[in-house]
């Protein structure tokens, strides 16, 4: 132990200590960031849980829409008031009248204390550049250009192919977005320049319901489109559908913003979004949908048929006569419109058959079996067994036939556009009906592979996914997903990215974030933020479905001692929520455990209450109000019919009586008259509806007011 | 008597390892994103941290050796990391660094007794000694660490910090 050696020795020594404290805090701190990482995982997939089965919901209204249509048992008034639901403003169109873009000048005066952009037709530079401003500063656009401005567009896209071939040889590169909602597309100008004749876009569908300001972005992008009509491209999304605006919150913001011009200008909104391209081809190479394809999508066919047919994808087909057996049985037996039967606050659970043992969770996120067990509810498409062609459908417990919905559409053409608006690729082989959503499919690399060789083509781009990277490449670099809204979920939630194309058709991407905060966040503090607000939803969802959760939970817990085990509960709410998320993980943060490890059932819902509009209201009513309200929004829009905001008491007691039969809630006549009465506050014998479900919200109970 | 008594034992056991099966199970799903039971191998390491345990890289690499395919395909499939966590987690491998350790280690590098290291040290140590910080990892880290008024990491504040976000 001479000197020498021991100051090596112990220099050896000491750095041999930092090396192995180096080591500790490195593992330490990958640690922590993985269980981050998983935490934000989580939220997402709560985000997406929830979204996909509002999606779920959403057809399920329109498919009660048709059932009112026809509802055998309704006396003289009642059918009138059905006829509202459906028959859509622009039924009652004058079909041939084609208005002239002067008669709105002559119809609608713009007063002079209006100080928004003034649009001269044919538009220009000026014309864009003034409404750039004019939203940034967060100014509307007067009604009556707002409408010349859709006249103008349709006459523009009705010239259009349904698929639209482009060409990259003129230009150096063509941007591609996705999604991009509200301010995100100011900030891809802002980035990646304005379009012009240099600098070509195409905007990949799904341009409204999300966000406040959707009708700006759809002014802005008809704005350029008239501008530069060969270097500004527009797809249809699914979301370019008047029946999806009512519930996703776009109609509710053109009626806000332009009131008694609303109605006129969602009329020709319809229109607009019929003549929209479904695909673009660039360079005979790249195909370009909003969703995907299936294993029958037949471009040459989607290209002939007349695509302003198409109004909603919401409305189901005429039944086809010409029907090759084979193949289009198929395609009615996977119709995508599905019936969840809907278990009812109180109800006996066990009655309802969905007592599921310990749940497999074996799908993640795909596979929602529990929903199609339960009676396998479709829409079936006859050639009339006995008469014409007939609508049979399964309602509740039993089959209903109807006349069938008259559309133009034929049933293939419907499922055409159903696809490419709708399907999400996979990575298995095959093409599947996509049950998360409830159109259109999934369809595997196989298909893909197919569908670009049979047409010649290199790649298929599409959106309708958010992804967290704000992109994705799938199917061995077959299949790109873009999406461009950063921040779909939450602040923080995923990047946006956007795709440019140069002539040699290799990508390159561009990604985003856009954020509240100038700091720098800590991930911590972004996922936290996320997270969040990921259970925050998560726990309202379930606070609305709170009777059929109790009553599952009593199933395991007979004897009413508020405690099940961790599996149970599991099982439980999976069957009730059908939402495919991994409750044993969540379970901590959603519900409090006993010392041995079960759960105490009722602790979830016990830092929400619903805050009802009225005092008298008996509870069962008020969960029922709740849990429906945006259904009953959407139906109370409908009939309201000079948007006042207001319907009348008689409107109102025979909508929830409607209501009420579909979907078999037991609340007897004497309770909702008593309601009506109520809620008509001034006693003049109308209901300001927005008011009255507004108020239906829950809160929390330890929030500060 | 006992024979019941090791019955009960057994029913334990049993229902000790169904549980850590399901917990399992259900990280490994979340990256399953094509619901055929397997993860991009990439995404081991952070089921394998979520689920409680701490291994350091080169932990990482034994365990993954033990369940990656003969010829790697860049998958790992549930069936054979399941039973590998399983034994992890029976046998409590990998445990988390508690607070004092990692105290401990951070005063290690305090050369100084200080109290505090400097950015530049933190830094150094992280990306060049040990199992070294992608650039990433150190950005990230000291978004949180450093503390912005001296422009040091107050490792102490900082391990307590940590630890309360986590609960």
Known sequence: MGCGTSVTGSRAKKSERAIKAAILIQRWYRCYMARLEMRRQYALSIFQSIEYAEEQAQLQLSSFFTFMLHFTHLNETDTDLISHFLNSPSDFNTAGSDVQLLEYERMIVVPDSYHGPRLSFPLTVADTNSLLHAFKDQQHLHARYVLQLLHETKKVLKQMPNIIHLSTSYSKEITICGVAWNWMIFAIFYKNGLPSEENPYLFNGDFVDRGKNSIEILIILFAFLLVYPNHLHLNRGNHEDHIMNLRYGFTKEVMKKYRSHGKRILNLLQDVYSWLPLATVIDSKVLIVHGGISDTTDLDFLNLFKRNKMK??????????????????????????????????????????????????????????????????????????????????????????????????????????????????????????????????????????????????KMLIRSHECKQEGYEISHDGQVITIFSASNYYEDGSNRGAYLKLNPDLIPRFVQYQVSKCTRKQTLHQRVSVVEWSALKSLREKLYSQRSELIAAFRQYDPNYTGRISATEWASAVESVLHLDLPWRTLRSRLVQLAPDGSVEYLSCFNDLEIEPAIKEVQPALVETLYRYRTDLEIIFNIIDKDHSGLISIEEFRQTWKLFNSHLKIDIDDESIDNLAHSIDFNKDGSIDFNEFLEAFHVVNKFENK | GEEEKDGQQEEQLFSIIADIQKKITDAFEVFDHECNKTVDVREIGTIIRSLGCCPSEGDLHDMLAEVEEEEPTGYIRLEKFLPMMTKVLMERRYRPVPEDVLLRAFEVLDANKCGHLTKEELVKYMTEEGEPFTQEEMEEMLSAAVDPETNTVRYRDYITMMVVDES
């Open chain 1, 312 to 457: 909603s994808v919401l409305r189901p087909p005429k039944s086809s006569t010409e029907r090759n057996h084979d193949q289009e049985r198929t395609e009615f037996v996977d119709s995508p419109i599905i019936r969840v039967k809907r278990c009812l606050p109180g109800q006996d659970f066990a009655a309802k058959g969905m007592t599921r043992p310990s749940s497999s969770s074996s799908h993640r996120r795909r596979h929602t079996s529990d929903l199609l067990d339960v009676g396998e509810h479709r829409w079936l498409l006859h050639d009339g067994i006995n008469s014409g062609p007939l609508l049979e459908a399964q309602y509740l417990d039993s089959s209903v036939r109807m006349p069938n919905v008259p559309s133009e559409l034929t049933a293939k053409e419907w499922k055409q556009v159903v696809d490419i608006l709708w399907s999400d690729p996979k990575n298995q082989n095959g093409c599947t009906p996509n049950k998360l959503r409830g159109g259109g499919c999934y369809f595997g690399p196989d298909v893909t592979a197919r569908l670009l060789k049979r047409y010649n083509l």
